[in-house]
């Protein structure tokens, strides 16, 4: 069976099963290992990607679900919001870095200019152990500075 929907802005198709998790056909079926692998279950945020502008977790997302819909990984958000990060310093280890990017371009793409409040309450439910929230948030900031009108 085969899936095909946007990834990125191009169309893709997957072949294979449509149990199969989008987590794995990104990192492993196509070489984009943006969406990280942390816990598995839909709690860390490591995996995020945007499906039709929302930020879902890509490692209890099935792939059969995703026919006809628009799909962006970390490598394919705005790079003023990875260029934020960068400028902020918004990273220690670096491993939640890709679903923090990710649930920013979702926040950033329905709000401009979002408050401080909001920009947290868009990153609640990604875990950084690192304790780099306060430079990620400065991060979210600044790119959303660089993407209003
Ligand atoms: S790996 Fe998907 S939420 Fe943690
Ligand atoms: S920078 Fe290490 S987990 Fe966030």
Redesign the pocket.
């Known amino acids: 069976m085969a899936t095909t929907f946007t990834l990125n802005g191009d169309p893709v198709t997957i072949e294979g099963a449509p149990t199969a998790l989008l ?1 794995d056909v990104l990192r492993n079926g196509l070489g984009l290992t943006g969406a ?12 995020l990607v945007l499906v039709d502008g929302v930020a879902v ?4 997302r099935e792939v059969g679900t995703l026919a006809g819909r628009d799909v962006v990984t970390a490598e394919g958000v705005p790079e003023v919001i990875r260029a934020a990060f960068i400028a902020e310093q918004a990273a220690q280890c670096g491993y939640c870095s890709s679903g923090m990017i990710v649930a920013a371009a979702g926040l950033l793409g329905r709000v401009v200019r979002p408050g401080r409040d909001e920009v947290v309450a868009a990153l609640d439910g990604n875990l950084c152990r690192c304790g780099s929230h306060p430079r990620i948030v400065a991060a979210v900031l600044r790119a959303a500075e660089g993407m209003a009108p």
């Not at 990280?36 to 995996?47: D, K, N, P, S, V």
């Not at 977790?57 to 209890?60: E, I, L, N, R, T």
């Open positions: 987590l990280r692998y942390g816990c598995g279950e839909e709690q860390c945020g490591a995996c977790h890509a490692c209890g």
